[in-house]
Structures are given as C-alpha cells and as structure tokens.
C-alpha cells in the first residue's frame, strides 16, 4: 500500500511533500556577541550526545529541587533589560521592536505561553 502525499499546485504541477508544508520564517535577528559561559543551542546538542536518550530532562527550581522540562520555543529576546530583583535580566522581544537575539527556551510548564513566529 503506497501513500501519495503530492499535492496539485494551480499550475497543474505536482509539488513534493516537503515544498508543501507551510514554512514559518522568522524576521532576520543581527547576530550579537553573546558572554563565552552562555550555552548554546549547538553546545547544548553535543553535551546531550553522551546521555541516553530516554534520561529524562529537569532544570533546577526556583528555591530548589528540579522541575521538569516539558518543551522547548524560539522566543526573540532584548537583553539587558531588566534589573528588578527576581527578574531576568533579558526579555521578550515585542513583535513590533526587533529583538536584539534569538534564544531557545526551555519551558517548564506545560501552559507557558511561547513566542514563536
């Protein structure tokens, strides 16, 4: 049993799966030097390369103990920008004000809202 996921264009061409799936591009973000202890999302692949990968993933808590991960977002961030106590330095970017990098997230609730064009 075969599957064809061919899909007509207009044209009368048939287009591949792969050109048929929607694309979600991002607005270009200008590279920024970041601090040389910041991981990476290409570090962060080679480190996880030496673990099994059924080990499940958890971030430390807040006031301690570990929460788990529950998923990852592209979220564009302004750094530096905030200095209250228990806030992070860096935030969300609008959508309306570029962002001054793009950052992987690691979200540990399973309703955290995410940005992600």
Same mark, same amino acid.
């Given at each position: ?39 990476? $999302?290409?570090?962060?692949? *080679? ?5 099994? +990968?059924?080990?499940? &993933?958890?971030? /430390? ?36 004000? $570029?962002?001054?990098?793009? *950052? ?5 609730? +399973?309703?955290?809202? &995410?940005?992600? /064009?």
């Amino acid at each position: 049993m075969s599957i064809d996921l061919g899909i007509d264009s207009p044209s009368g061409h048939r287009a591949s799966p792969r050109k048929a799936r929607a694309k979600i591009t991002s607005k270009p973000v200008e590279p920024c030097l970041l601090p040389s202890e910041v991981l990476t $999302a290409g570090r962060l692949i *080679a480190l996880l390369e030496d673990y099994d +990968p059924e080990a499940p &993933v958890v971030i /430390e808590g807040q006031y301690g103990g570990f929460e788990w991960v529950r998923r990852t977002s592209r979220v564009p961030l302004r750094l530096n920008v905030n200095s209250l106590e228990g806030f992070g330095p860096h935030d969300r970017a609008d959508r309306a004000k $570029a962002a001054d990098a793009m *950052a992987v997230a690691i979200l540990v609730q +399973p309703a955290t809202a &995410v940005f992600e /064009e």
